[in-house]
């Protein structure tokens, strides 16, 4: 999953899990959620979840 040691580019949007050295980039979507799920001060899991909008014609 993540890389030891990777460079973070701070002109880039996302977000960067870092955990015992690893670096986790998650990269945005156009549109959703992330959900970061903890467990004894770790991240166990992320959740990703997608939202499509619908265009509607007035």
Known sequence: M???N???N???NGIYIV???CVTPLKPK???QDTIIWKN???LDVERAER???QQDK
């Open 41 to 43: 001060g770790r991240v």
């Open 2 to 4: 993540g890389k030891e």
């Open 6 to 8: 990777q460079q973070m």
């Open 10 to 12: 701070v002109f880039e």
């Open 19 to 21: 955990q015992d050295g």
């Open 52 to 54: 499509i909008r619908i």
């Open 30 to 32: 156009a549109f959703g």
